[in-house]
């Protein structure tokens, strides 16, 4: 699971907006013991060279298909005959595994709104994943199996940052029905890859947040 060296690297500044044209691509060259030495990334077609201390969001994959997610910072640049960036190698418990269909999912207490046409309320959620969430319903408001609610999610993170995340969902689960606690379970139907990759991240932070208790 842990990278290698001559690994491709998909980092996502977190600075910038989270969306494919903002993605970069680098290489591992050397592994040493509390960094990455990797190649300066590149965005687009042309080569970015990222600030000190920008923190990263990064993914990769291995030969059997499945990604992994990890959070990093720039250290600095080493310049030598190759130009490379050194960034901060992260411990093996701190990379998460995501496989298809399956995400990490989270105690989590985040606010979202409810925006369909025929509901409209804000809650908080009590576990997130980067497949979907569950929260608890106000109970004037019926929801059933099945239904497809849109609304957006409020993410917080350690750094200060402050995101929208829009989704769209499909109930696929509805506990007490009749009650002021009914309780929703919604699955992701249309999310950006970018956003997900948002409550991805917020999700490790968490998860971090619960092993340094």
């Not at 350690?158 to 009749?178: A, C, L, N, Q, T």
């Amino acid at each position: 699971m842990y990278p290698k060296t001559n690994d491709m690297l998909f980092m996502q500044p977190v600075s910038m907006e989270s969306q494919p044209e903002n993605e970069h691509r680098s290489r591992i060259s050397e592994m040493e013991e509390q960094s990455l030495l990797v190649e300066i990334p590149m965005l687009g077609t042309r080569i970015s060279r990222l600030r000190l201390g920008e923190e990263l969001s990064v993914n990769y994959m291995t030969e059997d298909g499945v990604k992994y997610y990890f959070t990093s910072h720039v250290l600095g640049y080493h310049d030598d005959a190759i130009p490379l960036m050194r960034i901060s190698k992260p411990m093996p418990e701190d990379i998460s595994k995501v496989q298809r269909r399956h995400y990490l999912r989270v105690p989590a207490q985040v606010e979202i709104a409810v925006l369909s046409p025929e509901l409209h309320f804000t809650a908080v959620t009590f576990d997130l994943s980067g497949g979907g969430l569950s929260f608890i319903a106000p109970d004037d408001h019926s929801i059933q199996m099945n239904q497809q609610l849109n609304g957006w999610i409020l993410l917080a993170y350690k750094s200060g940052d402050v995101d929208h995340i829009p989704f769209s969902g499909e109930v696929m689960r509805v506990k007490e029905p009749g009650t002021n606690r009914n309780t929703i379970s919604l699955s992701f139907t249309q999310i950006a890859d970018g956003d997900r990759q948002k409550v991805i991240r917020y999700c490790f932070e968490r998860q971090l947040d619960f092993r340094n208790r």
